[in-house]
Structures are given as structure tokens and as C-alpha cells.
T-cell receptor
Framework: KNQVEQSPQSLIILEGKNCTLQ??????????LRWYKQDTGRGPVSLTI?????NTKSNGRYTATLDADTKQSSLHITASQLSDSASYIC????????????FGTGTRLKVLA | DAGVIQSPRHEVTEMGQEVTLRCKPI?????LFWYRQTMMRGLELLIY????????DSGMPEDRFSAKMPNASFSTLKIQPSEPRDSAVYFC?????????????FGPGTRLTVL
């Protein structure tokens, strides 16, 4: 069964600290993996998109990694800021011709001053 | 660019009523997606269009749901009749570019409450 599991479900950290969010998937075939940030009451915003041949991709203080062999991805946030408080959603595109998005349930991050 | 525009932002209706959600994609984008988000199920892709043509509607939950894209700048998602379990936030997103690297831009969503 195609699944995307994210951990932890929620996380609280102090401003300035680093953190790492995990995403494990069992989706096959695999086309790409996306990380989104969703602020409360707003639509998701794309952070990174990685194909199976990419191991690391950065977007400012956000760095995503992908291990296609173990089917694991992580999102590392460096020097967290209050504005990083949001839900982070991992999405795996298991397409074979058409889009086939499998969504994780997200990690809710809270950054405290 | 104004981004993806959705209307209304909030909709409260009674069970059995027809609901129409509207979306204006970013100009020049040739893909349009409709999503639903609930606490229980998270985000779900309902249907997507390419060049105004529906490509995959396998995510549409029931025949009560229908979506149209009469032109490149407008799409609707209709629920008829609506039921309380349809209460959710409905997002529209658009994208352009190759299928492997396209970034989807989401609208602000429509929060639907069916009483």
C-alpha cells in the first residue's frame, strides 16, 4: 500500500535551534518528493522538489535530503525563526503517466522565543 | 501577479444545498489542481486539469462532486447536494513547466462548512 509517514507529529523548539523532520514512504513507482510549508489558515508553499537522483536540495535555511534506496527523506531547518512555526507536509508523487500524490499527515512545528 | 485566487474564502451552507467554489489560476499556468484538506485525512488531490482538460478525477469522492474548467483562467468545483462530511478547506493550485520539476502555487483556500 502506498503510504507516506511523517515524524514527529509535532515538535516544539526554541528560536535559533536546528531541527530535523522525517518522512518515510512506501510509494512505488516513485517520481519525485516534495516538501511544503503551510502556515495556519493559508495554502501550502513549496519548499523543495527532488527527483530520485537528487540527494540534497537547499532553499535558504531549509535543506531536504532524499535516500531513494531506503525511501527516506528529511527536512532540516537551520537557525529556526518564529516564522518557521507551521505545518510541514511531505508529498510523494508516485506517478506513472499522471500525477499520483500521496500526502503525509504533516509535522506541526512550533518555534518559541 | 496576484497569485491563485479563490472565492469565496468562507462558505456556510445547509445540507442539501448546492455549493460552487471558484478558482482563477496564475496566468500562463497550464495545470490546475483541486485539493481538499481535513483534520482527519489531511490533503487530498481531487482532480487536475491540463490545458483545461480534466486528466485524472480519481480523487473525486462521489458523483456529487464535479469540476469544470471552461477556459484557461477559470475553474469551478461544485458539490450538489452538499453533506456535513464535505466540510473542509478546499484549495486550488496551478503550475507550469515540466512535470518533474513544476512548482505548484496554492490559493488561500475556501473553508466550507455544511450544517
Amino acid at each position: 500500500k502506498n503510504q507516506v509517514e511523517q515524524s514527529p507529529q509535532s515538535l516544539i523548539i526554541l528560536e535559533g535551534k536546528n531541527c530535523t523532520l522525517q518522512c518515510n514512504y512506501t510509494v512505488s513507482p516513485f517520481s519525485n518528493l516534495r516538501w511544503y510549508k503551510q502556515d495556519t489558515g493559508r495554502g501550502p508553499v513549496s519548499l523543495t522538489i527532488m527527483t530520485f537522483s537528487e540527494n540534497t536540495k537547499s532553499n535558504g535555511r531549509y535543506t531536504a535530503t532524499l535516500d531513494a534506496d531506503t525511501k527516506q527523506s528529511s527536512l532540516h531547518i537551520t537557525a529556526s525563526q518564529l516564522s518557521d512555526s507551521a505545518s510541514y507536509i511531505c508529498v510523494v508523487d508516485g506517478r506513472s503517466g499522471t500525477y499520483k500524490y500521496i500526502f503525509g499527515t504533516g509535522t506541526r512545528l512550533k518555534v518559541l522565543a | 501577479d496576484a497569485g491563485v485566487i479563490q472565492s469565496p474564502r468562507h462558505e456556510v451552507t445547509e445540507m442539501g444545498q448546492e455549493v460552487t467554489l471558484r478558482c482563477k489560476p496564475i496566468s500562463g499556468h497550464d495545470y490546475l489542481f483541486w485539493y481538499r484538506q481535513t483534520m482527519m485525512r489531511g490533503l487530498e488531490l481531487l482532480i487536475y486539469f491540463n490545458n483545461n482538460v480534466p486528466i485524472d478525477d480519481s480523487g473525486m469522492p462521489e458523483d456529487r462532486f464535479s469540476a469544470k474548467m471552461p477556459n484557461a483562467s477559470f475553474s469551478t468545483l461544485k458539490i450538489q447536494p452538499s453533506e456535513p462530511r464535505d466540510s473542509a478547506v478546499y484549495f486550488c493550485a496551478s503550475s507550469s513547466g515540466t512535470q518533474l520539476t513544476d512548482t505548484q502555487y496554492f490559493g488561500p483556500g475556501t473553508r466550507l462548512t455544511v450544517l
